[in-house]
């Protein structure tokens, strides 16, 4: 994968929500290089810094991008109309390892499990990777893919209907109660870790807030059944490593999130 | 390009002759080779490294950057290899790049800049040293450019251990900048870089919490651009040795009117994040208001400010 610096014309965006977005548009190059947890950094207009969102998923040359309004930068994004330029640097970014069953897994067809977790707009690099899991993986019968979907309240729950289009097993998990569990999706982990079949090797996939991955490796501590990827995000600079801003803290010392990540295995975190 | 008239771009820097004055300003370009294949290295004059201290440095707590309506705060507190790391690993990466290297130096004490400066001066390769008298991001330690003495006695000091470039950076964070960049001048530097950062800091009033780690940070982009500029003038009208202005430039008429206040080089920072390829369309501006103007030497250009 090798960065590039393209320009774009958006071909759409629409609301999803209240202050959800999508925005599509053609680039046969992003298309073709961009893998799971890869992010684009997008430069709109009267901002000074680039922004990096993840990509969505892809479909032929069109890349999908979804994102919620979180500052100045996204709520400019949102107006952007049909035909105008967007500049474009990616993909950019380590992206998900995806692990392959091990041989003996493939023939005993059981023994995987994959399990993405999505915290509200989380979801965003992880229908990407639900993509690529369902074109690869289930086409060996190899089990189902689990996605957990957290959000503030039925309104807000984000990309259901298209995940269990894919084919994955999709659950929710709301603060309100208004649709799934009552709670977050780490009761909705806990769950799917309770009841899986002994000797089941889980791969975690996640995409959310900082606490959300806090909660996350607390259940799995002493765990070594399962690991777990997660992307982080952070203010960037460059977007390309040399600045040295988007930093978080690891056990290992500060690492970048747009260089060393955004993939990181929790392990490494704490 | 047809019917090319002879136009020469080149500028010199104390002993270093650049092919173009677009000097990418450190911290903004890393050490180069990060870039390489996404950059035309061809259109930048010479690129000013990453700080390099003595020792490895970790940097400041994270969030490091934030922007704000003009400008982007800053706080990385020159993390870095260390000096051992940087000639051992990114020394020979940077030498198949064709351009110049400046590269910058940091220390907590006139003894840590000597040693690092000696260093580097007996590294080949090495084509300038900057020394970074001006980062606002080191907690508990003063920053040396604001005051002049203190400037002085760093850059004698390092006058004494290196024949190399020198080129001392300083902050635009003082009462009399022209005072401080006699000093450096004095001291023996053979040019100034001017201007670092100007503090700035910003809060979530949501969470009250300042949105930098590290509570404070530096202020650039295109909000400073008039206040460098002002000092770029005010310098380069006293003193004798090259300026390299900069601070805010985005696009070829912002470093045009650096040029036009005095500056030999110009450097780009801020900029180079958003546009790393931003050296190569400043330089073709550049040029075309050459030609437009009938300018045939770069070095015609400096300080022609028309009072």
Redesign the interface.
Known sequence: M??K?VTVKVDKIERVKTDVFLLSFVSGYLAKESRPGNFLHI?VNS????RPFSVHKVSGNKIYVLFRIRGR?TDILSRYKKGEILDIIGPLGNGFEVRRPKTEDRRLKTGIQNILIAGGIGVAPLMFLAQHFTKTLNTNHQPLITILLGAKNKKEVLCEQELKKLGCKVYVATEDGSKGIKGTVIGLLERSLWTREPGTQTNLYSCGPKEMFWNINQILEGRKDVNCQVSFE?????G??????????TKN??KKVCKDGPVFDIRDIW | MMNRPKTNLGVTIGKLRLANPIICASGTFGFGEELRGFVDFGSVGAIATKTITLEPRAGNPPPRIFETECGVINSVGLENPGVDKFISEKLKAMREIDTKFIISVGGGSIFEYSKIVQRLDETKDVDAIEVNLSCPNIKNKKIVSQDKKETYKVVKALRKVTSKTLIAKITPEVSDIVSVAVAAQDAGADALALVNTFFAMAINIETAKPYIGNIYGGYSGPAIKPMSLYRVWRVASVVKIPVIGGGGITDADAAIEFLLAGATAVSLGTVNLVYPNKAKEVLAGIIEYMRRKNIKDINKLRGSMNV
């Open positions: 090798k960065p610096q430069k901002t000074i810094l680039r930068g952070q203010f960037m600079g460059c390309l490593g040399i600045c040295c801003a988007c930093t978080i803290e010392g500060y």
